[in-house]
């Protein structure tokens, strides 16, 4: 076995006020980790009031020309307008098919009006055309009635 013999790990050293006052004062970058000298000669070691912070890692954008931004701008509103034509010829054929059929439709109820006055019954009279007859005469093809 092996005697251990006790080690100093630590010298305390008292503290003495500061015969000055010393406001904090942090200049614009400190590590997290300074080391400041006393006026009577000790070096205290500890972190700084403010730690100072790591810039981040500058990550390059990609390259992306403005050409190819202005050619990608460009096509999605070319197939907005396309798109847009679309639905206005389509809402024009629609429309056009609509007053097609309701031409077609005043042409049925006109047809079966006229045919209904023609061919229909007609109540209190009869049919076809009143003659009366009397004797008449011809005289050299003038009629004499």
Not at 17 to 39: G, I
Not at 56 to 71: E, T
Not at 98 to 103: A, H, R, S
């Amino acid at each position: 076995m092996t005697d251990h013999k006790p080690t100093h790990v630590h010298n305390p050293i008292p503290l003495t006020q500061p015969t000055s006052l010393v406001a904090p004062f942090q200049p614009p970058s400190l590590p997290d980790v300074q080391t400041v000298q006393l006026p009577d000669g000790r070096l205290i070691t500890g972190y700084a009031l403010n730690p100072a912070t790591e810039p981040q890692p500058h990550r390059p954008r990609p390259a992306i020309s403005p050409l190819a931004v202005n050619i990608a701008l460009g096509g999605i509103g070319f197939a907005a307008a396309c798109g847009g034509l679309m639905l206005l010829t389509t809402f024009i054929g629609a429309v056009a098919a609509l007053i097609q059929q309701l031409v077609i439709l005043a042409a049925v109820v006109f047809g079966g009006f006229i045919a209904i006055q023609v061919l229909g019954t007609h109540h209190g009279r009869d049919r076809g055309t009143l003659v009366n007859i009397r004797r008449a005469v011809f005289k050299r093809n003038n009629f004499h009635s």
